[in-house]
């Protein structure tokens, strides 16, 4: 039967308004895992969601009425009864008798009443409602959302138009019976056009005890951005003291939005800062800024900036900028979170146009440098490129021929240094033969680069305009051979893969050439197969070498996952290399050091991986590295770490993850420089997690520099599972500290 008779109402928007008392983020979070709940489903579903169209608007559908028995006796009224249903478009309705007046256009239920849409299902013990003057009531209510995990109650809703009241209402995410923490309201008034809720006499319950106590606030009902506050952050460290931040969200336009940060730091004063973003049809860009003003520890102005952008020029060509600035050296000693911030030597900005399309790409870009860390000498910062204009192109010409070429332009500049001007190009011939089970790859280059110098960097009776041209050649073959067998019942497949590289470079006296950018390359096994052992291009290495490399590989035949690898290789010099630059260890005249690597891979849960180099000439170990990860139980997880380099560092990394049970599990890290007999950081908490809660609390001691004072911090953080957390965002710690924590 059909009938235009009852309005459904959204009731999903009125039953939200418990749901988020807070501001809606500018950026949505990656949503948590709350693996510990067995089911979502508080109210199971009453029956499966309609597939109608998203593009229709509820209120302009028909209503579907039906019921096993209609009674139409009585002249003015229609009595729906046994398994009564309401359908308009996802939302349903069902009860056990609806009685409808059609001249008060009056309707009431006798027996609990039943809805659903694609957001919500609730039950109701009863519902009545006045069609001519838009109201409906419903008591006894109890509501489920679809998609999350919130729920809770109301003693009674009514709607009146595009406005609801709902009756002592109740929200949290945990189920029913574990309130480890949910949100109360003696009232709540709901407006539907605007989607915003006020509520009144509000209160946070934690495992039943009052924390948090609100006379009066307003909210948003959906997902809309708006202003409002977001989490705060709390924490305490040696160095700043107490902290306190407290984010404001502002909803300036669909497409420009801003974030205040006043951050008060007890031992320093109250910083301020902010974040702007904007996105256009064809930019985006976010504007950061932090300030404190008279350091009550320095006594001096304090600050950060920072600016990034992107603009679409066409379909192959963008703008692009990333601009940033500190006060001085020592503010991320002060005010970072971590050690790779607090770590930062030299901060870069750049700035360019760059573009990118089969088989070129090309760029016109700027890049300036300042000193962000004590250690750093003032005057040895790099060069800044203002501008550098580059060019790449590579085109096909067969199955065997490329031709291509690299091309660059810059102009070198320095606050206490003499620049100039260099150009440097590389146009190259390659051959690519090959097969499925080998290759050999022949390559000619011819490498040019000329300068314009600055007086002062032109020797007496130098040229000002000095040019470099040699030609590079190079033979890179290799195999790909491979076996199948099986082990204890398990096929297997070992591929035994050898590689030659051979590099012919003559010697170019390049002594009379500036160093601008160039600098000895950290060798490892990509260093193995490079034409180049320098960045940049003021050095190119002489060369007349070998590399001989092995690799071997242990794969599953069933899946292709990698079981167990290993690689060796060594650079084996016919000419010993004379090219170098001040600085730089000395080559030996037989060959390189051996470079060794391994993975191994013992089920999904363990592996292992080691790095190692060993000079054969002075029997030494140049480069050493283990890493090993153990994965156990249900979370479980155990990293062990071992580094070393000559005359450089020697560490040991520790860090875990131990689930005590279902609730409870403990994590930790430890960082020691056997070199410096040292701890570099130390951190050890806990977390206490269940359906809807989340407790963290972390100490932590560490240090800024080597030698530096040692810093300690406490961190807490509450999580409250849809509706937000308090304290120090200790995740993003722990993602520093422990590898694959959030894995």
Known sequence: MHRPALRLLPLCLAIACATHARAALAQEPAAPTWDLCPSAETLPMFRPLSNATEAADDATLPTDVGGENVDISQRDTTVLSGKVE?????????????????????????????????????????????????????????????????????????????????????????????????????RIDVDQEQAMGTARNATLRLGGVPVLWLPYVRF?????????????????????????????????????????????????????????????????GV???????????????????????????????????????????????????????????LLGSDAGIYGRGLGWSASLSAQSWQI???????????????????????????????????????RFQHESLDGGERVDIKPYLRLPFGGAAWFVTPEVAWRYTAYSLDDSLVPAGGDRSPTRSVPVMSLDAGAFLEREFQWNDRGLLQTLEPRLYYLRVPYRDQDDLPLFDTQPLTFSWPGLFRDNRFAGADRQGDADQVTLALTS????????RELVSGSIGRIHYFDPPQVTVPGAPLLSDEGSAWVAEASIALGRRWSLGLAQQWEPDTDRTTLSAVRSQWRFGDGGLLNASYRYRA???????????????????????????????????????????????????????????????????????????????LGRDTARLLDDAILDYSR
């Not at 709607?159 to 209402?169: E, H, I, V």
């Not at 951005?225 to 952050?233: I, Q």
């Not at 590989?553 to 292709?560: M, N, Q």
């Not at 206490?688 to 911090?713: H, M, P």
Request: hydrophobic share 35%.
């Open 86 to 186: 309401l359908q308009r478009g996802d939302q349903w309705l069902g009860t056990d008798k609806l009685t409808y007046q059609h001249d008060t256009e009056r309707f009431f239920t006798e027996g609990p009443v039943q809805y659903q849409d694609d957001g919500l299902r609730f039950t109701a013990d009863k519902a009545e409602g006045d069609q001519k003057a838009d109201l409906m009531r419903l008591q006894g209510v109890r509501y489920q959302f679809n998609q999350n995990l919130g729920n809770g109650t109301a003693e009674s809703l009514t709607m009146s138009g595009k406005t609801g009241t709902l009756q002592d209402g109740t929200y949290s995410t945990c189920p029913p019976g574990q309130r480890q923490w949910e949100f109360t309201a003696t």
């Open 553 to 560: 590989r242990l794969l599953d035949a069933a899946d292709g």
């Open 287 to 345: 504007l950061d800024a932090a300030w404190l003003p008279d350091d009550d520890v320095t006594g001096r102005d304090r600050g950060l900036a920072t600016f990034q952008h992107r603009s679409a020029l066409g379909p192959h060509w963008y703008a692009s900028a990333n601009l940033n600035h500190v006060s001085d050296v020592r503010y991320f000693e002060d005010f970072g979170d971590s050690l790779a911030s607090s770590s930062v030597s």
């Open 372 to 410: 962000a860390n004590p250690i750093v000498v003032p005057g040895t910062e790099p060069y800044r490129r203002l501008p550098t204009a580059q060019a790449a192109w590579e085109r096909p010409f067969a199955p065997w021929l490329e031709l291509g070429a690299t091309a660059e332009a810059v």
């Open 647 to 725: 005359d450089l560092l020697e560490q040991t990394d520790l860090s875990f993850v131990l689930p005590i049970n279902q609730n409870w599990r403990l994590m930790g890290r430890w960082n020691y420089s056997l070199r410096d007999d040292e701890t570099l950081e130390a951190l050890a908490g806990f977390e206490w997690k269940s359906c809807c809660v989340a407790v963290r609390l972390l100490g932590r001691q560490y240090i800024r520099e080597f030698g530096g004072e040692r810093n300690t911090g406490i961190y807490l953080e509450l999580e409250l599972n849809g509706l937000g957390g």
């Open 220 to 284: 948003p009902t959906d997902d809309r951005r708006r202003t409002g506050l977001l989490s705060p952050t709390l924490g305490r460290d040696d160095r700043n003291g107490f902290e306190y931040e407290q984010p404001i969200y502002l909803n300036l336009a669909p497409n420009y939005d801003a974030t205040l940060k006043p951050r008060w730091l007890s031992k320093r004063g109250l910083m301020l800062g902010g974040e702007f973003r904007y996105l256009t049809q064809g930019s985006r």
